[in-house]
């Protein structure tokens, strides 16, 4: 059926030009895999939408980001789990040439402000 790649107990499959991923685990196990696996593609989108934000507003991800959690109700602590485990599967960092932080990436500054939104919701 195609080419497969895994990482732990998660497997990629492309197929037809298709992408599959079989996750399992906790949600942060099946967040880690899914970046692990899918880092190319999210480094292409988010460099991408870097630069359509920053040509549309002349803000980049970073600034929305930063201010996602004030915009929306908090993540449910699965979903946030998840995404950091995303953000450790990935490690993906911004196009270089960009103002961001070293290493800090969109998604890095998403899960940050949604932790802190579940913390001040929460406390």
């Known amino acids: 059926m195609g080419t497969s790649i895994t990482t732990g107990a998660g497997r990629r499959t492309d197929h037809a030009g298709w992408i599959y991923l079989e996750?399992?685990?906790d949600p942060y196990?099946?967040?880690?895999?899914?970046?692990?696996l899918l880092a190319h593609e999210l480094e292409h989108a988010l460099t991408s939408a870097?630069?359509?934000a920053r040509w549309d507003t002349?803000?980049?991800?970073?600034?929305?980001?930063?201010?996602?959690?004030?915009?929306?109700?908090?993540?449910d602590e699965e979903y946030a789990e998840e995404i950091q485990g995303i953000v450790a599967g990935a490690?993906?960092?911004?196009?270089?040439?960009?103002?961001?932080?070293?290493?800090?990436t969109p998604?890095?500054?998403h899960a940050a402000a949604r932790r802190e939104s579940l913390i001040r919701t929460h406390h």
Do not use: K, N, S
Not at 91 to 104: I, N, S
């Open 23 to 25: 996750l399992v685990g």
């Open 29 to 36: 196990e099946r967040g880690r895999q899914h970046g692990h």
């Open 50 to 52: 870097d630069f359509m």
């Open 58 to 75: 002349g803000e980049g991800l970073r600034y929305f980001a930063d201010h996602i959690g004030d915009a929306f109700a908090p993540l």
């Open 91 to 104: 490690a993906v960092r911004l196009a270089q040439g960009t103002d961001e932080e070293p290493g800090v």
């Open 107 to 109: 998604l890095d500054a």
